[in-house]
Nanobody
Framework: QVQLVESGGGLVQAGGSLRLSCAAS????????MVWFRQAPGKEREFVAA????????YYADFVKGRFTISRASAKNTLYLQMNRLTPEDTAVYYC??????????????????WGQGTQVTVSS
C-alpha cells in the first residue's frame, strides 16, 4: 500500500520561500515518477512539477520555471518542492502523487495512481 504524506505548508509573505516535503512509503520507488500538483479554491487541480526517481530528471509547468525546484532524497524516500519568490497566485493546496514510470511526462491528474492528503500554502500580499 503506497502512502504519501505531505508537510511543510503554511503562511508566507509574497516574495518568501517554503519547502514542501512528501514522505513516501509502501514501495520501492526507483521505477516511479513523482509529481506535485496544486489546487486553488474554485479551480481545477494543476500540474506543478515532476521527477523521475531513478535518474532525477525533472519537468516543470511553465509558470514555476526558475522559481520552484523539485528534488528527492532516495535514502529517506522523500520528495521535495522548494518554492521561491512566492506570489499570492501560488496560494493553493499542494499535493504529491506518484505512478509507475512510463515514457513521457504526464500532467493530467488522472495519470497518477496514488495521492497524498495535501498541504495548504497561503501567500499573503
Amino acid at each position: 500500500q503506497v502512502q504519501l504524506v505531505e508537510s511543510g505548508g503554511g503562511l508566507v509573505q509574497a516574495g518568501g520561500s517554503l519547502r514542501l516535503s512528501c514522505a513516501a512509503s509502501g514501495r520501492t520507488f526507483s521505477r516511479y515518477t513523482m509529481v506535485w500538483f496544486r489546487q486553488a479554491p474554485g479551480k481545477e487541480r494543476e500540474f506543478v512539477a515532476a521527477i523521475r526517481w531513478y535518474d532525477s530528471s525533472t519537468y516543470y509547468a511553465d509558470f514555476v520555471k526558475g522559481r520552484f525546484t523539485i528534488s528527492r532524497a532516495s535514502a529517506k524516500n522523500t520528495l521535495y518542492l522548494q518554492m521561491n519568490r512566492l506570489t499570492p497566485e501560488d496560494t493553493a493546496v499542494y499535493y504529491c502523487a506518484t505512478r509507475e514510470y512510463v515514457l513521457g511526462w504526464y500532467t493530467a491528474p488522472r495519470a497518477y495512481d496514488y495521492w497524498g492528503q495535501g498541504t495548504q500554502v497561503t501567500v499573503s500580499s
